[in-house]
């Protein structure tokens, strides 16, 4: 950390990130000097930033439901309104008349972990049953000593890159990373047996990549943000194969926009799902959910 004339160096940072365009300057330029060992350091991250890298990419990791998700260059940021994504694929679980003894998780099109991460930390505090769709986990010091959720957690991606990530941030909850086309890498013992699969795939239309902020057009991968000609490809592929790897009574869960809602729900229920959408609108997200038979 650089911590001489903290004050000064604060101001000249962030008139610096100001002048290249950063909204938040003064928030950024406080976490680059309480990342940056040297004065070197700093000035190296605050070229980079202002030249346009991401600020994640720049620091190293990113505020995720509490936790830092380690990411950099060619890895898709973890966005606040996937924490909405979060909470409702925890409620899936623990709000179950029959929770699993070990529910098992994947998250598909994982990137860097950050969604299958959260989940396995929010379910290692959540009471079994009490957890309802959009709020914390209860704190364990307040439920006299419950019994947590565990978790079984695994995750995919078809970006060699990304795993990388991914492999590093699971590390820590016991996470297996597969590499491969959505399903394609799973292992086969695996069919029938999902709880949840969570899903932030790309859903930004073709034509719409280019209106993109320069920080994700630029410095994430396409991989990561094209969904085809519509912003829906890749969701009609996952919904089509799920009901032969949930668990029966498992849900499916994915990010999308409230535009393209119906298509996504559309692709869900000709494979067979019951279907609901949920939105959050302080985050301006919208989650569309696909539940297993129960037998």
Do not use: K
């Not at 070229?47 to 830092?68: K, N």
């Not at 899903?199 to 094209?226: F, S």
């Amino acid at each position: 950390m650089v911590a001489q004339h903290p004050d000064a160096l604060t101001s000249a940072t962030a008139a610096r990130l100001r002048a290249a365009g950063c909204v938040f300057a003064e928030d950024e330029a406080r976490l680059l000097l309480a990342t940056a060992r040297t004065a070197d350091d700093l000035a190296a991250m605050v070229d980079r930033r202002a030249s346009g890298l991401p600020l994640e990419h720049v620091i190293g990791w990113a505020e995720f439901c509490g936790l830092r998700i380690t990411v950099g260059p060619g890895v898709f940021v973890p966005r606040r309104r996937s924490e909405f994504l979060v909470a409702q694929a925890v409620a899936a679980i623990t709000s179950r008349g029959q929770t699993p003894a070990v529910p098992l998780v994947l998250d598909m099109c994982c990137g860097s972990g950050a969604l299958g991460l959260a989940v396995a930390t929010a379910l290692s505090g959540a009471e079994r049953g009490r957890t309802e769709a959009g709020t914390a986990p209860p704190d364990r010091t307040e439920r006299g000593g419950a019994e947590p959720v565990a978790v079984e957690l695994y995750a995919a991606d078809i970006d060699p890159g990304a795993t990388g990530y991914a492999r590093h941030n699971l590390a820590a909850v016991g996470g297996e990373v597969y590499e491969g086309d959505l399903y394609d890498g799973l292992p086969a013992n695996l069919r029938g047996r999902i709880d949840v699969i969570v899903v932030n795939a790309p859903y930004v239309p073709t034509g719409e990549i280019g209106l993109m902020p320069a920080e994700a057009r630029l410095h994430e991968p396409l991989v990561a943000l094209d969904g085809g000609t519509d912003g829906v490809s890749i969701h009609r592929r996952v919904a089509a194969e799920a009901p032969e790897w949930l668990a029966p009574g498992g849900s499916l869960l994915i990010e999308t926009s409230e535009q393209q809602a119906a298509l996504t729900e559309a692709a869900m229920a000709e494979a067979g799902l019951t279907t609901s959408i949920v939105t959050d609108d302080d985050l301006d997200t919208t989650v569309v959910i696909g539940r297993a038979a129960a037998s």
